[in-house]
């Protein structure tokens, strides 16, 4: 998988490397708030979360200028949803300064580039700061949804 750069980011493949922030960022208040407890507390445990879930599809680290990770975001092929599905996580002291919706535009243009002309992209129906950032990349409420696996409603955007 190619990186990706922005004006203020650079996006990298995940790599056993990137096992520490993982460790940090799947227990970041935020993730665990809005995207779920994944039992991850070792960094042995970050590194096999890495190889099996992240790894598995298009996940990049976001970057900034000095190579400091701030967060993920990705392309997921996510049961239930006829799409893919982009998602992103910031570590909370990186929220608010446009870097998911700067990281989450390259990857929606990176996913344009491998030919996906419909991407997705779900939340928390409280999640309003993440609706924000979808809405700003050009994707538009479409319907709330049962998704398997997710614990209640999940908001649905559409390109």
């Not at 099996?52 to 970057?63: E, G, K, P």
Request: glycine letters at 10%.
């Amino acid at each position: 998988m190619t990186s990706l750069a922005t004006e203020r980011l650079t996006l990298t493949p995940p790599t056993l490397a990137d096992a520490a922030f993982v460790l940090e960022l799947l227990n970041d208040p935020g993730w665990v708030r809005n995207i779920g407890d994944r039992g991850v507390s070792t960094v042995d445990q970050a590194g096999a979360y890495i190889a099996d879930r992240f790894s598995a599809t298009a996940w990049f680290v976001i970057r900034d200028a000095a190579g400091t990770p701030l967060g993920m975001c990705g392309l997921v092929n996510r049961p239930g949803l006829d799409h893919l599905d982009i998602g992103y996580a910031l570590l909370e002291r990186y929220a608010g300064k446009g870097y998911a919706t700067e990281a989450a535009r390259a990857v929606l243009a990176h996913a344009r580039v491998l030919g996906h002309t419909t991407v997705l992209g779900i939340t928390a129906p409280d999640n309003t700061a993440s609706q924000r950032v979808l809405e700003k990349i050009g994707l538009r409420f479409v319907q709330m949804i049962d998704i398997p696996g997710w614990e209640g409603p999940s908001a649905l955007y559409s390109v």
